[in-house]
């Protein structure tokens, strides 16, 4: 993976970054890597981006994007002189062994209402735009369970509630990443990983706890708005934002 200047929890940030690239572009990864010559209406176009805020929770000075193009659904590397520029910042590519490899880089932050605007050039010099609204996020706040609580592995019907302030973005979701450490020593204790609609609560069945055991752990919840981008002269192009997840240590109990 490439290495990112730390601007903020480099660790909580990273670690979601995998699972959101992995849902985002699930319909858009094949088992080969062409490397033809492609024109933009060949081409499906994911887009993530994310470092709106600092350690602080605050507006950063630059956002990370990262843009996956697809062909039949195959990841597309491009190796004919071709470029991406977004933000007037020129993408690298970034192989990745797990998930989607993708052309990333940091470019300057818009504010909300603005736009971020990304030019795909093709080899015969042909320019296509893409021009996604920018959306700011706020970080949720975790109101229940509290830091440091112990909370109860749900079984069989039961589930596991988490309330948080909603951010009132239309169409948005969040998702819970929640890990164990046995009884106090890293292991393989359990992960569970859960997304649902923004409402305020979140309720996580039994089913999404498979695995795990008692023992001191974290819960974290980050929010994610997506949307869809139109008329841009691609097959399709879709974005999607996502917030620093909010993270809590709790004690999981059986």
Known sequence: MSTRRPRFHRGLFLASIPLLLVALMANTCGGYTPTAAFEAPDLQVSIVIMDHQNGQFQPAPTSYIAVHFANQGNTVLFTHSETIVCGGVSLRYDEQLIGPSSYIGDMPAQ???????CVFTSSTAR???INIPAVILST??????ASGNTVTIPTGSLTFTIAYTPSGIPHASVTMNASGSGNGTPTSAGSATFTGPDTGTLSV???AFHGFTP???SIQLSLTASGLVANTGFQEVTYQYQTQPASIPVSWVS
Request: hydrophobic letters at 30%.
């Open 111 to 117: 504010p909300a209402g603005g736009v971020y605007t």
């Open 127 to 129: 320019k296509t735009t």
């Open 140 to 145: 949720l706040a975790i109101t229940a369970p």
């Open 205 to 207: 069945p039994a089913s």
């Open 215 to 217: 023992g001191p752990g």
